[in-house]
């Protein structure tokens, strides 16, 4: 059993696939990082404020006497404007990937064409003629 698994983790595609997987969570990383530290403050500057802090308060909340506001409802739309801004990113990248990966496959020689069988007339001339031929 211990090698049945083996030869079916060392099969070339789900290495790849693994391969793919984590270099596909380091990508998703650094297109956040990016997303938060670049993007983020810099649509932040239209709204005069911290872009991924962008909510609307649905109910406010009780601040207690340390400050802390405690039950306020709120949509946090400026994280998922964020989210789908990263979502966006890495969908565009991953396109151009499979694009190039595509692009370098080696195209495929079309298949030759079966040859074409007789024609309809050309089958009823044939019916005809052994008709023909019976009489």
């Avoid at 403050?41 to 506001?69: C, M, Q």
């Avoid at 709120?74 to 966006?88: E, H, P, S």
């Amino acid at each position: 059993m211990l090698k049945e698994f083996k030869d079916f983790a060392m099969k070339g595609n789900l290495v790849d696939i693994a391969v793919g997987f984590v270099m596909g969570a380091a990508f998703k990383q650094v297109v956040t990082s990016f997303t938060g530290g670049i993007v983020s403050p810099l649509i932040g500057l239209l709204f005069d404020t911290d872009f991924k802090s962008l909510k609307w308060i649905v109910k406010e909340g009780v601040a207690d006497a340390a400050g802390k506001v405690s039950g306020e409802v709120a949509v946090l739309y400026g994280d998922f404007l964020t989210n789908v801004i990263d979502f966006i990113i890495v969908a565009f990248v991953m396109f151009l990937i499979v694009k190039g990966v595509n692009a370098t496959k080696k195209k495929e020689e079309p298949k030759p064409e079966a040859p074409k069988g007789p024609s309809q007339e050309d089958l009823l001339a044939e019916i005809r003629d052994l008709l023909a031929k019976k009489k």
